[in-house]
Each structure stands twice: as structure tokens, then as C-alpha cells.
């Protein structure tokens, strides 16, 4: 599984000395300085400094693993003192921390799965990631980004009835949700999502995401591409079956498809988007459209009436564009 790094607005609090702030130019020393055995750092030292840290050791994981455990254990002391508080203002950093350490456990997981790294391959290592999810769990048992990593791991011991339905908890959490909700996943968030509906084959539950995403921005690269490429294996399904899905045939499938990847590349090049993989698989997807003779539709061809030639996934569906559906 390749590695979410913890988000570094996540890892900044308001709390934080103003020399952390300071310190996110300057490399490691300048966090390093923050924590002992430095005799001027400051006690309990700031966990976001062992999250910037954990980040910055690329090349050395069982560093960044200590680092992301240190911030955890002061993260964890800082949430018992929040428990124990009933204002509205310690609620709403008692979720944030939460957060935070939810994000720290994923941050190890990934560690862990990193086929980059070889502790991947320790025997232990299984076990390992389930503890480490267990206790993210423990921490918010409805959040989305452990149960979306738990997937993961699933889908990586070949358990995909285990996998889809961790995903539809993850999912049922927020798919309701109006678009200016600040309990909304992260458009990158939700995108992560849509790979791993993908990867099971839900195009359905995809596409609804999407539709949500691109109702929020209409300009996002990725999305432009995961929607193409659903389209384009749910073409493949009905091509290979002889079916329709969702009444669509495998023409009109892979039509949309042409036309959501035309529109990815083009965004891709206005943007100088930096992900050149993604430009590549396009290339690639828009290759085999070519050949089986699917052409992008014309820009200046719209229907009878008036619209761009798009139409909802589901029209029925609520303001976020992620409304109910049941995975198969």
C-alpha cells in the first residue's frame, strides 16, 4: 500500500511554541532542537515535532516508527486531560487529538506495508499492523481513515468480504454529510476512497464519491482520473459479458470514459500537476479506447437539452453528491 503521510496541518497545533512554526524550513536539527535531550526543550516536548520528524526519516522507518510513538504517548496523557473536562472548547480538541493520534497509528501501518521497506517482510508484521489498528479503533471507533486503512490491510491477506465491508462503515460515517460539513473526509481523503471501491470492483459507490468530490472542485486532477477509469473497467465488465450496466452498453461506458481521461490530461497540462505516473496510465487507458475504436465526444455537440451532455449518477442522491447505495 503506498504511504499517507500524516498530515502536517495535523501535526501543527496552536499550542505548539512559535519556534516549531518557525523550524518547518530548517530540516530536522531545528525539530531535533525541540526535544531532549536539548536542555532547553521545552516539557512535555511539542508531539508535533516527533510527527514533522517522523516524516522528514524517510530512510530510516524504525526512526520515524519511535518518532510517531512518542507523539502518540504525549498525544494520549494530553486526551485523558480533555476526557476529564465537559466545556464545549476541550470537546472539539478532544475530537482534533483523536484525530491526531488516529492519523499517527495509520502513519506506523503504512510504515509497516511499505513494500519499500523491508520490515514488510518481517513474519510479524501482520500482527503487527492489527494491533496498531486495534488501537486507532479504540481511540475513534468510527474513523474513517483507520477502518479505510484496516481495508487495506484486508485487501492485502486477500479478504475482500472483510475489506468491503470495512469500507462501508467508512463510508456510512460521513456519506451524508453536506459538502461544507467539517466532518467531511479531505477531497484526498475521499479520493483514497474511490481507489480502493476500485480495487473491489464497487464502481457504483465510486462514482457516487466522485460526484461529491467534483461538486466541491470541478478542476481536481485525480478525480478526473479515478472517474475515467471507472468508466473505463465498468466498460470492460460489459464488454466482457455481453451485458449493460446500470443500462449503459460498453460503447457508452467507454465513451465517458474518453472523455473524463481528455479532460484529466488536459487539467494534468494547464496544471503542471507534478504526478507524471497518473498522466502515464492515462496515456495508457486513452491508448486502448483508440484502439477499440472509441473516440472522445465532440466539445460542441451538446443534447437536445441544453446540458453538457453529463447527467447525475443518481439523481435522487442529497447535496454531496454521496447518497445511499448498497454495496455488492
Known sequence: MGRTRVKKKAASKATDPPILHASLKSGPTAFLSLLPPNPDAPSPPPPSAHLYLAQLN????????????????????????????SDESSKNDEAELRST????????????????????????????????????LQVD?????????????????????????????????????????????????????????????????????????????DQEVEAWYLEGWCFFLMSEQARETGGTIDDLTWQELAK??????????????NQQHPDTPLLEHVGELVDKLEALGVAMSP??????????????????????????????
Open 58 to 85: 524517510d530512510g530510516d522507518p524504525r526512526l520515524a516508527l519511535q518518532h510517531f510513538q512518542a507523539a502518540i504517548d504525549i498525544l494520549s496523557i494530553q486526551l485523558k486531560g480533555k476526557e476529564r473536562a
Open 101 to 136: 493520534i488516529v492519523q499517527a497509528f495509520i502513519g506506523q501501518v503504512e510504515i509497516w506495508m511499505d513494500p519499500s521497506y523491508d520490515l514488510c517482510f518481517e513474519p510479524d508484521a501482520d500482527k503487527t499492523c492489527e494491533n496498531l489498528i486495534s488501537q486507532a
Open 141 to 217: 471507533p468510527n474513523s474513517p481513515e483507520a477502518l479505510q486503512t484496516l481495508a487495506s490491510v484486508r485487501m492485502s491477506q486477500e479478504r475482500p468480504d472483510d475489506a468491503k465491508e470495512c469500507l462501508e462503515k467508512a463510508w456510512a460515517a460521513w456519506k451524508d454529510l453536506d459538502l461544507d460539513d467539517p466532518r467531511l473526509p479531505s477531497i484526498p481523503g475521499r479520493l483514497a476512497l474511490v481507489r480502493l471501491f476500485l480495487e473491489l470492483s464497487l464502481y457504483t459507490p465510486a462514482l457516487l464519491v466522485l460526484q461529491g468530490v467534483m461538486s466541491s472542485d
Open 256 to 269: 465517458d470514459s474518453r472523455d473524463c481521461l481528455e479532460t484529466c490530461r488536459v487539467l494534468h497540462t
Open 299 to 328: 466539445m460542441d455537440a451538446p443534447d437536445d437539452e441544453g446540458d453538457d451532455g453529463w447527467e447525475d449518477v443518481d439523481d435522487a442522491s442529497d447535496g454531496d453528491g454521496d447518497g445511499d447505495v448498497e454495496m455488492q
